[in-house]
Structure formats: C-alpha cells, structure tokens
C-alpha cells in the first residue's frame, strides 16, 4: 500500500491544513482525505502543488509499504 505523510511533512514546514490547501487550491475536505490515508488517488498537478508549497519531494510524502499478504 502507499501510506502518505504529508501530516508529518507539514508538522516540520509548520503550515496548517487550511494554509495549505488554500495555497494549493484544494478543498480542506480533500486535503483532510489525502491526509488521513483515504484518498484512493491524487492528481500529479496536485502532488507537483503540494511539492512546491513544501519544498520537499514526492518521496517524502508518499511511502510504498508491503502489505501483510506481501511480507510473507
């Protein structure tokens, strides 16, 4: 699965959820879904918008970890 960090990411830039999705003009309900590991998928424009508010790279948002099925 791909868990996404963007809680952690935006806890060291010390910018709010609504800060953020004001300047990446996302709904708070969207980012809040991104957030909490129940968006199904994100649209590069999105990713490429929240990369560079944050300065960071996709990487450090998005994490691939193997599911329970996959470790054994």
Known sequence: MIRVNLD??????????GDLAERVDITNANLSILK??????????????????????PGDILEYVPDEEEKE
């Open 36 to 57: 909490n590991n129940k968006a199904k998928a994100i649209r590069f424009s999105t990713l490429n918008a929240i990369c560079k508010e944050l300065n960071c790279q």
């Open 8 to 17: 952690v990411v935006m806890a060291m830039r010390k910018i709010g959820a």
